[in-house]
């Protein structure tokens, strides 16, 4: 099946900073997600990109399906955005979404 | 708009008794249903997923079973639960062709 590596492991910034978390996944995919899970537990869908850009506030995430990664990135960021992020692949003909071992992100005030 | 309730929020069970966690999506019709476990260290697992009533694939074989007895209600169940079964367990929902993927809140098994 589907690989999808997740990039960096762990991440601790300083509030204000600008991160880029990375998703490589080693097939064609037919869709792509990013979700972050805040520290109570809940995943929120951030994006559904399988392709292109899309920006949404302080996050903007960008797919490259022909060279297979994705990219999410968090601008200006604030504690609110600890947690652990993930990417998930769907491959042709499939229901189900792939995902990675998640990026942990902790925001120091 | 469309809602997933997952419940119980929490659970602490005994080794050997039954388990049922029940979830239920609204606002939407038959959307592909999801059951999820993630373990410390936070990889998520797909245990089961049902694209119909009825229908309902397996992806690890396991101590568990799951249900879809309605187009919108998605059930976890196991006659005897094991000490390996504690984990936090996600129901999750979308709808075809490939759509955004959307959570309910878990519920957070403890095995004693």
Redesign the interface.
């Given at each position: 099946g589907i690989q999808v590596e997740q990039s960096p492991p762990d991440l601790i910034l300083q509030e204000g900073a600008n991160s880029t978390l990375r998703c490589n996944f080693s097939d064609s995919v037919n869709n792509l997600q990013w979700f972050h899970q805040n520290p109570w537990g809940q995943l929120i869908n951030l994006f559904y990109i399988p392709s292109g850009t899309k920006q949404n506030g302080r996050l903007s995430a960008t797919t490259v399906a022909t060279e297979r990664y994705s990219l999410l990135y968090i601008s200006s960021s604030q504690t609110t955005d600890s947690g652990v992020y993930f990417c998930a692949v769907e491959e042709g003909g499939s229901y189900i979404p792939t995902f990675g071992r998640g990026t942990s992100l902790i925001v120091h005030p | 708009s469309q809602t997933i309730h997952q419940w119980p929020a929490t659970l602490v069970q005994p080794v050997g008794s039954p388990l049922s966690l029940e979830c239920t999506v609204e606002g939407t019709s038959n959307p592909?249903l999801y059951w999820y476990r993630?373990a410390a260290g936070?990889?998520?697992q797909?245990l089961f997923?049902s694209?119909g009533i009825g229908q309902i694939s397996s992806?690890v074989p396991q101590n568990l079973s799951a249900s879809r007895p309605q187009d919108r209600q998605f059930i976890l169940s196991s006659k005897k639960l094991l000490l390996s079964d504690s984990g936090?367990y996600?129901c999750?929902w979308n709808t075809?062709p490939?759509?955004?993927?959307?959570?309910g809140?878990?519920t957070?098994l403890s095995i004693l």
């Open positions: - | 592909n993630q936070r990889g998520l797909l997923y694209v992806e936090f996600l999750a075809l490939n759509q955004p993927q959307h959570f809140d878990g957070r």
